[in-house]
């Protein structure tokens, strides 16, 4: 009987994409398994092990394990590469960057190592509250209130550059709610020289002190 799996003709018939030996060769086949071609830039930091925590899946819902504690870890580049992430959409990385940015901001005392780190974090924000998709505008503006109860008045110099893609969530019945929510900690926190800022570029807004 001739065995089939040697024989070189029944081989010749099978797609490339189950015989990795094939003209095409392994990268060929890895194209067509898990092509990394279309990673983000967060995709490819968190793949590469740029990003020092994984995700761990529970039965109700997931954590992230850190390799190295929170408080231990380098806020710079680690917070600005997890707030660069909030923009993603497709798990795990929408995850591992939500979550790791919150969980960072909760290290206690952080403002010292968070502030000079504003002008980039605002920058990865503000491209969040820009996004067309509105649930990562969401994810902005919960990004921008945490970021405002860790800095306080410390994010006024930088509210210009995030109060216009805010302002725009303002006309937006699915994000209003959470735009005044917003603004009315970003308000709070940054003292009595804020509401002059939001105002500028948000007339409608009413302040809480009112």
């Excluded at 060929?28 to 092990?49: D, P, R, V």
């Excluded at 994984?54 to 870890?73: D, F, I, M, Y």
């Excluded at 509105?134 to 410390?154: F, H, K, N, W, Y």
Aim: charged share 20%; glycine share 6%.
């Amino acid at each position: 009987m001739i065995d089939r799996f040697r024989c070189p003709a029944f081989w010749s018939n099978v797609p490339t994409i189950f015989y990795g030996m094939s003209r095409f060769g392994p990268k060929k086949l890895w194209h067509f398994s898990s092509s990394t071609k279309n990673q983000s830039a967060f995709a490819a930091i968190y793949s590469n092990g740029g990003i020092p925590c994984r995700l761990v899946h529970g039965s109700v819902k997931h954590k992230l394990a850190w390799n190295t504690p929170p408080e231990q870890v380098a806020f710079d580049p680690v917070l600005v590469t997890l707030a660069e992430g909030l923009c993603e959409t497709i798990h795990p990385y929408m995850f591992v960057a939500r979550t790791g940015f919150k969980e960072m901001l909760e290290v206690p005392n952080c403002d010292g190592q968070v502030v000079p780190l504003l002008p980039r974090l605002t920058v990865a924000i503000r491209n969040a509250l820009g996004a067309r998709d509105s649930s990562v505008v969401l994810v902005g503006l919960e990004a921008l209130i945490q970021l405002s109860e860790v800095v306080g008045p410390a994010l006024n110099p930088h509210l210009n550059k995030l109060l216009v893609p805010v302002a725009k969530g303002m006309m937006d019945k699915k994000l209003k709610e959470k735009v005044v929510e917003t603004l009315q900690v970003v308000e709070k926190n940054g003292g009595r020289d804020c509401l002059p800022l939001i105002k500028s570029k948000i007339p409608t807004y009413s302040s809480i002190f009112t």
